[in-house]
């Protein structure tokens, strides 16, 4: 059976357990579509929490993030973990015990206002937009990927599963489903893992190999310490250097974790467990279930990053980085062991030139010098061919020659293996594209695993985008059904109407999301063609702006409604629009509008930020603009009246929870 | 609300292990891993520091038991308080 037919089986098992478990679990109520009728046992409600959490980016691209970024990317490790932390203590509980439907609809009775209800709704509908936008552009890449379809074709198929189980089973359908979803993605993540482990640390737990021996050298050397020698022999930074700048690396980890607890998809999560003391222990279990993956990921990351340097300098193995010769094209073609690299060159996520026509791939960090004379060259290339017949051609043949010059006097300067690049007849980088995303999808193969463990990393990946993307579509539908139209147009509606409208408000948003994944703004669109890859690239900044907005808008409203009962309607509103606004504009300034290229007023660089903060740094401070504005306004307007005061004072204390009542 | 002076003591020992809490939450985090990386490269586990393994796994395993003592912490305040479900 070919790897093809194997990834359709395994791929189609799977979409028959969630249609099979969505059909059995379909929601009969609005309280079964809104908070599946609050009766999900805590550690099943922290399967489904992980699942809905982690999305396609967890999967496939945080490892290579990692592994590129060594301990500066630990940001995201720390970030999304964190955020738990301050749901368990800060807000689950408490909006657990408000027994509604909602994040929206806490914000208008706390702050008793529709208005303040509105713009909450406003928040959350653009964080959760630009959230689901992401994880479409990863259904649609991870479908076209493993089924071998166009990814207009895979965004097709994906918004189709989801709106077949996500419409009829609302938030009680999704939630089991997601279970499903979480156990399939966490076995596809960690069989690779502990088979990796096993071969470089002799470790069965990742966790451990990550501060383990390496085994083909019996252990003596650290495997971290080999890791490091060998990425800085090529000229790359140690993975576990410290290189990123202090404040950044903290207001991103901030940002991160308050985003994380402002998250409306994530906070529903918790409305749905039977009792106060379930929210508390409920956001722990989701949290061990998260951290089967999260604590993985690094191991996966740097195994799979040494799997890869060494696989193109055999010598790294046993021994030192140049004491034999760099990968040749000869072995690739002929040794089966090596087949992944031409079927993943296929995606373009992976590539290799043979610049210097040796038949060896030198892979090696170019120093600056080299890497912008190189560019510098090929410019002056592309203009010669470029220029019309009749041009003046002198000039620019005279530029290449000058381009040229440039070019050897850095290859005469830079040094590999003590010698310089010119001594040994090297021209650049010869593995000239290596993924992110590589680090996960070619895992197993890479490490000689069967054919159907490859076929579970396609499922696994594909579950977690689903998951994702079905919590993210109910957060919005119910946005809309219960809060704008039962709470603001027609209060006046029918539970069964309401219900209806919930639906129809799920398909809308379907439609909306596959929409904004065929036509993503700005310069994903752009990168999504050109790389066949879930390419972190173009993900990020957008997921990283959901974050930031979630941790600028929802996350201090919350925390203002439950622990303050002096913050007004008044100061809320002009909390959120602050911490919104602020927080956009911050973003787009340096990222373009809507993340549109060359819209951007200032450059993206540490020297043209505010204070050195980078735009995915930026959360805590628009927190911290939404925590003064509050304060501000709500100590010049009138306190809030005695009903909210006592509103407040029952959310602090479990007594007295029920049932949420669909009033 | 039946009782308000109980319900003002729980809260009150509510907000005093929300800020223990935190304080753990912020040190094993932003402290060991970011912060104090530096002043503690000292100390090495299994090949790199301190600071290196809390960034990348200590921190996950001290939310989680956080998490739990929490809440296991306030189920006992709340029934010392006689507010439990």
Redesign the interface.
């Known amino acids: 059976m070919d790897q093809f037919t194997l990834n359709l089986l395994v791929i189609g098992a799977s979409f028959a357990l969630y249609f099979g478990i969505a059909f059995w679990a379909r929601a009969g109520s609005t309280a079964e579509f809104y908070a599946a009728g609050q009766g999900v046992p805590p550690v099943m409600n922290g399967m489904a929490t992980a699942a809905d959490w982690m999305s396609a980016a967890s999967f496939i691209s945080m490892a290579g993030l990692i592994a590129f970024g060594g301990y500066n990317n630990s940001v995201f490790l720390m970030g999304w973990t964190g955020g738990y932390v301050l749901l368990a203590l800060l807000l689950a509980p408490y909006l657990r015990k408000f027994g509604k439907f909602t994040v929206p609809e806490f914000v208008g009775d706390r702050f008793y206002s529709t208005s303040a209800r509105m713009v909450a709704v406003i928040c959350l509908i653009v964080i959760s937009v630009t959230y689901v936008i992401g994880q479409m552009v990863g259904v649609g890449v991870t479908f076209a990927r493993f089924l071998e379809v166009s990814t207009t074709t895979g965004l097709l198929i994906g918004s189709a599963v989801v709106f077949a189980y996500a419409v009829f089973g609302g938030m009680k359908g999704i939630t089991y489903t997601q279970v499903a979803q979480y156990v399939v993605l966490i076995i596809a993540y960690t069989i690779p893992a502990i088979f990796i482990s096993l071969n470089l640390t002799g470790n069965f737990l990742p966790q451990l190999g990550l501060i383990g021996g390496y085994a083909p050298q019996g252990g003596e050397v650290s495997f971290l310490a080999k890791l490091d020698q060998v990425v800085t022999d090529l000229g790359f930074t140690a993975y576990t250097a410290n290189t990123t700048n202090m404040l950044n690396m903290f207001l991103v980890t901030m940002s991160l974790m308050i985003g994380t607890a402002g998250l409306p998809h994530v906070i529903v999560r918790f409305f749905t467990v039977p009792k106060v003391s379930d929210a508390r222990s409920s956001a722990g279990w989701a949290l061990v279930f998260i951290a089967l993956l999260y604590t993985v990921a690094p191991a996966v990351g740097s195994m799979a990053r040494l799997n890869i340097t060494t696989t193109f300098w055999p010598g790294a193995v046993a021994g030192e980085t140049f004491s034999a010769p760099a990968l040749s094209i000869a072995e690739i073609d002929s040794n089966p062991e090596l087949a992944w690299i031409r079927n993943w060159e296929k995606t373009g996520l992976l590539a290799f030139s043979d610049k210097n026509g040796d038949g060896l791939i030198q892979y090696f960090n170019e120093p600056k010098a080299l890497a912008d004379a190189g560019k510098a060259l090929a410019a002056a290339q592309k203009a010669l061919t470029d220029a019309a017949a009749d041009a003046d051609k002198a000039p620019l043949e005279a530029a290449i020659v000058e381009a040229t010059a440039a070019r050897d006097a850095a290859l005469a300067e830079a040094t590999l293996g003590g010698k310089t690049l010119a001594e040994q007849g090297i021209v650049g980088n010869e593995l000239t594209t290596v993924n992110n995303d590589i680090m996960v999808l070619a895992n197993p193969e890479i490490a000689k695993l069967p054919g159907w463990v490859i076929a579970l990393v396609a499922a696994g990946g594909l579950a977690a985008a689903l998951s994702t993307a079905a919590g993210l579509l109910l957060a919005i539908s119910s946005a809309i059904s219960h809060d704008l139209i039962k709470g603001a147009l027609r209060p006046d509606i029918s539970e069964k109407g309401e219900l209806l409208a919930a639906r129809i408000s799920m398909a809308f948003a379907i439609a909306l999301a596959t929409w904004l994944g065929l036509n993503p703004p700005g310069f994903a669109a752009q990168v999504v063609a050109l790389a066949f890859g879930l390419a972190a690239a173009t993900i990020f900044p957008v997921l990283m702006m959901g974050i930031g907005l979630a941790a600028a808008t929802i996350f201090p409203v919350l925390m203002m409604g439950i622990f303050s009962t002096r913050v007004t309607k008044e100061g809320a509103i002009a909390g959120m629009i602050v911490g919104l606004i602020a927080t956009s504009v911050y973003i787009f300034m340096y990222l373009g509008w809507f993340f549109i290229p060359g819209t951007n007023w200032l450059p993206n660089t540490p020297d043209a930020h505010w204070l050195g903060i980078s735009p995915a740094g930026f959360g805590p401070v628009g927190a911290l603009l939404n925590f003064a504005v509050a304060y501000v306004v709500s100590m010049m307007t009138k306190e809030p009246p005695r009903d909210v005061q006592e509103l407040i004072q029952s959310i602090r204390v479990p007594k007295g929870a029920g049932k949420a009542v669909a009033h | 609300?039946a009782d308000?002076t109980s319900?003002n003591a729980?809260?009150a020992a509510?907000?005093r292990i929300?800020i223990i809490?935190?304080i753990v939450?912020f040190a094993c985090?932003?402290g060991l891993?970011?912060?104090l990386?530096?002043a503690l490269s000292g100390i090495s586990?299994?090949?790199?520091?301190l600071g290196?393994?809390f960034?990348?796994?200590g921190?996950?395993?001290v939310?989680?038991v956080?998490?739990?003592v929490?809440?296991r912490v306030?189920?006992k305040v709340?029934k010392d308080h006689?507010?439990?479900?």
């Open positions: 609300m308000k319900s729980y809260w509510n907000v929300i809490s935190m939450w985090s932003f891993g970011i912060l990386r530096p586990v299994g090949g790199a520091d290196f393994w960034a990348q796994n921190a996950i395993y939310f989680l956080l998490i739990f929490y809440a306030m189920n709340d006689g507010v439990e479900e």
